[in-house]
């Protein structure tokens, strides 16, 4: 049981390449999440998903997209990146019950746009 | 003005001090209220949810929310070098399922 897995770990892109990081969870959760964290800005909603063939955008969704490939796998894409766009990134699926509201974050993705 | 504010610290104690964390939020419709985790470089854990005003106790951590006040805070007692980490408070309302706010996070070190 792997939890939240992210891929690549780290990452540094040109200004204007494009990038895609890969989310996958083996929870059988419905929702996933992205988001971006930055210093002293706490954890920001990028996109998420409630369940598989439905995407939403969340507080910063400008320069990304997202795709719910299936109910495991959730991926962002920067088509443009930005300097701004320099973060670390987190994917996360979510457990919600009558006694519960978890969310498994992954390990995240580093990325430095230059 | 951010809808959850969380002083950054650090805060640095001596192992065995009793540890108290807190956030503010402006945003009267949050009613869940969780506390994650941060160890360096990994991802957020979940530790502590609540719904609602009161306490919540888990092992060595309670949960206080105190909603006419907006704040809540979370205790360690006995705090542990292994609970040096960042702590992040969260929460959200009834009317958007899946909107969370996010604290930027409290820096805590625990020196043996």
């Known amino acids: 049981n792997a939890g939240v897995t992210q891929t690549p770990k780290f990452q540094v892109l040109k200004t204007g390449q494009s990038m895609t990081l890969q989310c996958a969870q083996d929870m059988n959760h419905n929702s996933m999440y992205w988001y971006r964290q930055d210093p002293g800005m706490g954890l920001r909603l990028i996109y998420y998903s409630a369940s598989e063939g439905t995407t939403d955008k969340g507080e910063v969704p400008n320069g990304y997209n997202v795709s719910r490939l299936n109910k495991r796998e959730f991926s962002l894409r920067l088509e443009s990146a930005a300097p701004s766009q320099t973060s670390v990134y987190f994917c996360a699926s979510r457990d919600s019950g009558i006694s519960t509201d978890t969310q498994y974050f992954g390990p995240g993705t580093r990325l430095t746009v230059l | 003005q951010k809808e959850v504010e969380q002083d950054p610290g650090p805060l640095s104690v001596p192992e065995g001090a009793i540890v108290s964390l807190n956030c503010t939020y402006s945003?009267?419709?949050?009613?869940?209220f969780m506390w994650y985790r941060q160890y360096s470089r990994k991802g957020p854990e979940l530790l502590m949810y609540?719904?609602?005003?009161g306490n919540k106790e888990d092992g060595r951590f309670t949960a206080q929310v105190d909603k006419s006040s907006k704040y809540i805070s979370l205790f360690i007692r006995d705090s542990q070098p292994s609970d040096s980490a960042t702590y992040l408070c969260a929460m959200r309302g009834l009317g958007n399922f899946n909107k969370f706010y996010f604290g930027s996070g409290t820096k805590l070190n625990v020196k043996p």
């Open positions: 945003n009267s419709a949050f009613q869940y």
């Open positions: 609540t719904y609602s005003s």
